[in-house]
């Protein structure tokens, strides 16, 4: 990729696979139940090797398939990115043993993964997370509270948990645990949100793990989740520049045929205008995503802030995209059913989950603010005093 184009290879890639979105993995979306996890829909991303490419591909590939994915199938989109969030941190902390048993059916989308960090009193503010991990005789611990919004439960097949293994130690005092969905006293409830895709809350009664069950190292968790959701950050606003993409594309073809005092909409300079404004952010929102990404697979300084600025503006974007299409589409949109009153619901969430938009600004000043390096330019003014505290103990901000 140069600064401001993807090379033709990478096009054909995308377009490939919207085509297969749209002949493979829609129709298998259109018959899957809202608020279950769709596991023929999984088994389909597997077959396609879409899931086995969460894992080698770099940020930028990552983006392109969440984005071309989003474009035509959302529920695709989405079930592939939570096999990557659930089992990221297996692939990249887990144990040779751990990574035998679990990422060959992750990778052929017969194992369901999902990552449970969130809790009741612990959202933006990860690091105050309660879920308590107790001694219980020599490298074993018990597991004791709640996750909840934990996307895929409780229908996953396993859980990397994260839970306090020392009290009062804030993000220093996690460890992550790949917990599977049958161990004793670990039960769901789901919930029913205005989001499409399955989501839950778990209850933990004092449920046994090991440490053949840790991920990475004790007390090292909090790390293993910001890695995470560091390497997913940009790609959550490739997926909202989909759905934005998706939004405009339908409004173009409304506003072309639908008549109305005498002409197509199109020809309204109200209309036109708004649609070229739509277009204008979309791919503002889009070469944003790309170059965050590609910042990240080039190891620049820089990753959090662009990260960060990424997924607020394109998330933010889609918002405005998908509210605008519903308006040129009229009462239509709002129909059950309808592609748009679909988007109209997934496009809300990405504002809040993976770091809220007011947590991102407080990334993006937290950079801006940030003292110099050596070689660096001097930050401006006292900005050493204004600094703005990052919950998260300088590993990294909030999921
Ligand atoms: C659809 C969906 C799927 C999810 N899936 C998962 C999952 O798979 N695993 C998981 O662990 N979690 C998941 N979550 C939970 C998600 O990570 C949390 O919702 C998120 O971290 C925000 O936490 P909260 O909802 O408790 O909001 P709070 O932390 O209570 O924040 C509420 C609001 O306060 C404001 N705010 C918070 N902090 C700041 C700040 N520092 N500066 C300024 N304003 C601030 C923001 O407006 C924010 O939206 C999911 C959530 C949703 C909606």
Redesign the pocket.
């Known amino acids: 990729m140069t600064a401001f184009s993807l090379d033709p290879a990478r096009t054909a890639w995308c377009a490939e696979l919207r085509a297969l979105a749209g002949e493979r993995l829609l129709p298998l979306a259109q018959e899957g139940e809202p608020g279950h996890v769709n596991r023929p829909l999984v088994a389909e991303l597997g077959r396609l090797g879409l899931l086995a490419r969460l894992f080698t591909s770099d940020a930028l590939d990552l983006c392109l398939m969440r984005e071309s994915l989003a474009q035509t199938c959302t529920e695709a989109e989405t079930a592939l990115a939570?096999q990557g969030?659930g089992a990221h941190p297996v692939h990249a902390y887990g144990t040779g043993a751990q990574r035998d048993r679990w990422l060959p059916g992750v990778h052929a989308g017969t194992t369901v993964a999902?990552?449970?960090?969130?809790e009741p009193g612990?959202?933006?503010?990860?690091a105050a997370l309660a879920l308590r991990a107790d001694k219980d005789g020599s490298g074993a611990w018990r597991l004791t509270g709640e996750?909840c919004?934990?996307?895929?439960a409780p229908e996953a097949d396993f859980y990397t948990v994260f839970a306090r293994t020392t009290a009062d130690a804030g993000a220093r005092g996690v460890t992550a645990f790949l917990v599977p969905a049958d161990r004793a006293g670990l039960t769901g409830t789901p919930l029913d949100?205005l989001?499409p895709?399955p989501?839950g809350a778990l209850a933990f009664d004092a449920v046994p793990v090991a440490a053949d069950d840790v991920l990475g190292e004790p007390d090292r968790g909090f790390g293993v989740a910001m890695n995470t959701l560091n390497r997913f950050r940009p790609s959550v606003g490739a997926f909202a520049v989909g759905m934005a993409q998706a939004a405009l594309d339908a409004t173009l073809a409304h506003t072309s045929r639908r008549e109305a005092f005498g002409g197509p909409l199109k020809d309204l300079q109200a209309v036109a205008h708004q649609v070229a404004e739509m277009a204008l952010r979309t791919e503002a929102a889009r070469l944003m995503v790309y170059a965050a990404a590609a910042a990240y697979d080039e190891g620049a300084p820089d990753v959090p802030k662009r990260a960060a600025m990424a997924k607020l503006l394109a998330t933010e974007t889609a918002q405005y995209v998908v509210d605008a299409a519903v308006q040129l589409h009229g009462a239509r949109a709002l129909r059950r059913g309808h592609l748009l009153e679909h988007l109209y619901r997934e496009v809300r969430?990405p504002r809040?989950?993976?770091?809220?938009?007011?947590?991102q600004?407080?990334v993006i000043a937290k950079e801006l603010y940030r003292p110099a390096g050596p070689a660096g330019t001097p930050p401006p003014g006292n900005a050493r005093e204004h600094r703005p505290h990052s919950?998260a103990e300088g590993e990294s901000e909030?999921?």
Do not use: T
Not at 114 to 118: I, V
Not at 352 to 359: K, Q
């Open positions: 939570l969030l999902a990552f449970a960090l969130s612990a959202g933006s503010d990860a996750k919004w934990i996307s895929n949100m989001s895709h989501i969430a809040i989950y993976e770091g809220a938009s007011e947590v600004r407080a919950g909030a999921p």
